[in-house]
């Protein structure tokens, strides 16, 4: 089926592989809820779904309330969203999705990376319009009825329901997510696993070879631990 393929169904694992970067990511999230809403995750949103996706990654209790603690008290590190457009080899596009307390080092990490691997780092908004931002809820399909639970949750901002083996996998526009994440809470629907992403409105179709071009930058900027996510519009194939 093609390299791309295989990508596709290897990368998230091979991504969070090191547990001890998955915890550092994890804890750089917790931070910046924190920073925005405050440690008390009954009310911060934001924390809620951090310490949720913590339990998804098995980071242990004692690590996530550490992270918190560290991230309320005054020697906290201030961690910046930053997002990073590009291109990498053969015309794909690239939006890099960071957590750092050090811009300049970033910034140059992901320069340095687009430029080793055929890429090229380009100015704010030069990407973004070919993807759409989306909030992605995972909750449990047990004892749930798919059609009548989107239904009931359109006017919460649900454009989509997929099943996704025993989890139903429900997506809003971004700009729906805590509407939709509130919804869920009120219905006590426990929500296994939240996050962004950034969907490609095309997509761009390689040959093996041009994918593997492709596919080392993307691994490579994956490796920075600035880095959170990494989208592009490369065709991965069914």
Do not use: C
Request: proline residues 2%; aromatic residues 8%.
């Amino acid at each position: 089926m093609g390299r791309a393929f295989e990508y596709r169904k290897e990368r998230k694992m091979k991504r969070w592989a090191n547990m001890a970067k998955t915890f550092t990511k994890i804890g750089r999230e917790i931070a910046i809820a924190v920073k925005e809403g405050g440690g008390d995750p009954n009310y911060n949103a934001r924390l809620r779904l951090a310490i949720q996706n913590a339990k998804v990654s098995n980071m242990p209790k004692a690590n996530v309330e550490s992270a918190i603690k560290k991230a309320l008290s005054k020697e906290a590190e201030n961690f910046d969203e930053i997002v990073y457009e590009g291109y990498a080899p053969h015309g794909i596009a690239v939006m890099v999705e960071t957590a750092t307390n050090n811009t300049n080092r970033t910034v140059a990490n992901i320069r340095h990376i687009f430029s080793k691997y055929g890429g090229s780092l380009g100015t704010s908004g030069s990407v973004e319009f070919m993807f759409a931002r989306k909030g992605v809820f995972k909750i449990r399909a047990e004892e749930q009825n798919p059609e009548e639970l989107e239904l009931e949750l359109i006017d919460f901002g649900l454009e989509e329901l997929k099943r996704e083996d025993d989890l139903l996998v429900l997506y809003s526009d971004f700009s729906d997510y805590g509407t939709l994440q509130k919804a869920l809470e009120e219905r006590n629907l426990e929500v296994v696993q939240a996050e962004s992403v950034r969907i490609p409105t095309h997509t761009k179709e390689l040959s093996d070879t041009e994918v593997e071009d492709v596919i080392k930058l993307i691994e490579k900027m994956e490796e920075d631990d600035d880095v959170i996510n990494v989208f592009h519009n490369m065709d991965m194939g069914e």
